[in-house]
């Protein structure tokens, strides 16, 4: 199940006549349970939707919101979590609390996430606004204060292509789908693996051709996470052939063994497929090294290493927690 969406929980609470407020964390410094970006939606009888990092920040924020939802100002929460709430965190926090109902035209759009758009969220908590993406706007993940306000890249972005549907992509398709990836699944069925389109994936292609299934996506681009995880050797070397050298792709990542690697790195070297700079595109073996050994250990530890990526631009391990 995909993660929630605050914007449609909030416009879905909207539509049912209920007040709503939109929390959105505008300031974080030092140590915090969430950044820049992180929000929630709070209905005035105090349900909510998200999280801005829970404890007693989050209390407080949800009294707030009530406030704004049941008709008040909009409002800014400024905290810091030692001195003013005695949390252990150590950091300072800045959350805007914007009525929803103002700004229900970009929660519809928002709700859609079918367009790439950038959202502006003022840190007086004033109304939301959206615009196409433009050069020199922060990449998804990363929103930057600019001028007074939030600005982030938002709507449909990132996608997973996995190549292989077999134990580990069946035990990793569900959990790339909660942590919002738009995931598009990719084998040749010669096993009967591809009979059904499976619940997590949004897109089925019967192929293990990475330029049939380039054409069929609309082009590779650097949103995209391309993982070789096939059920056997020949054709993850025949795919890695193909997307080693794909300079626009933002992450290419294969399993295997560091055995498999090497030796693949030597084919495809006697080949002059890659140079050294573009072999370490590659991620190989895929996975955080958390010693996994099941396909739903190394699931977990794929799916850490793209949130890694997500949130960092690299994988690196034992340096995966929040400061």
């Known amino acids: 199940m ?4 605050v914007f449609a929980a909030a416009l879905r609470a909207l539509d049912a006549g209920r007040g709503v407020a939109i929390a959105a964390v505008t300031g974080a410094s030092g140590s915090t349970p969430r950044h820049l970006g992180a929000r929630m939606a709070v209905a005035a009888d105090g349900e909510q939707w998200g999280t801005v990092g829970g404890g007693k920040i989050e209390q407080l924020t949800v009294e707030a919101a009530k406030q704004v939802a049941a008709g008040g100002e909009p409002r800014v929460v400024r ?8 949390m252990c ?3 300072s926090m800045e959350v805007a609390i914007t009525p929803a109902a103002p700004s229900r035209a970009v929660l519809e759009q928002l709700a859609d996430a079918s367009e790439r758009l950038v959202l502006v969220t003022p840190l007086d908590g004033g109304a ?11 990449r998804p993940h990363h929103p930057v204060v600019v001028d007074g306000a939030l600005v982030e890249r938002l709507g449909r972005g990132e996608r997973v292509i996995v190549f292989g549907l077999g134990h580990v992509a069946k035990t990793l398709g569900p959990h790339l789908a909660q942590l919002g990836f738009h995931v598009i699944a990719c084998d040749d069925n010669e096993t009967g693996a591809a009979e059904a389109a499976p619940p997590w994936a949004e897109q089925l292609i ?10 069929a996506v609309g082009g590779f681009g650097p949103d995209d996470h391309v993982l070789i995880i096939t059920r056997d050797h020949s054709i993850d070397q025949a795919l890695l052939e193909q997307l080693i050298g794909h300079a626009q792709l933002g992450y290419l990542g294969m399993i295997g063994s560091r055995g498999k690697i090497g030796r693949f790195r030597k084919r495809l070297e006697a080949k002059g497929l890659f140079d050294e700079t573009t072999w370490r595109r590659l991620r190989a073996p895929i996975g955080l090294d958390i010693g996994a050994e099941t396909p739903e250990e190394i699931a977990i530890a794929i799916a850490a290493e793209l949130i890694a990526h997500r949130r960092r631009g690299e994988a ?3 340096d995966w927690s929040i400061a």
Do not use: K
């Not at 939301?128 to 922060?138: A, F, H, I, M, Q």
């Open 128 to 138: 939301l606004t959206v615009r196409p993406p433009r050069e020199g706007d922060p």
């Open 206 to 215: 019967e192929s293990f051709d990475a330029r049939e299934v380039e054409e």
């Open 2 to 5: 995909p993660r929630p969406n």
């Open 79 to 86: 905290q810091h979590l030692v001195r003013d709430l005695a």
């Open 89 to 91: 965190c150590g950091g």
């Open 316 to 318: 690196v391990a034992g």
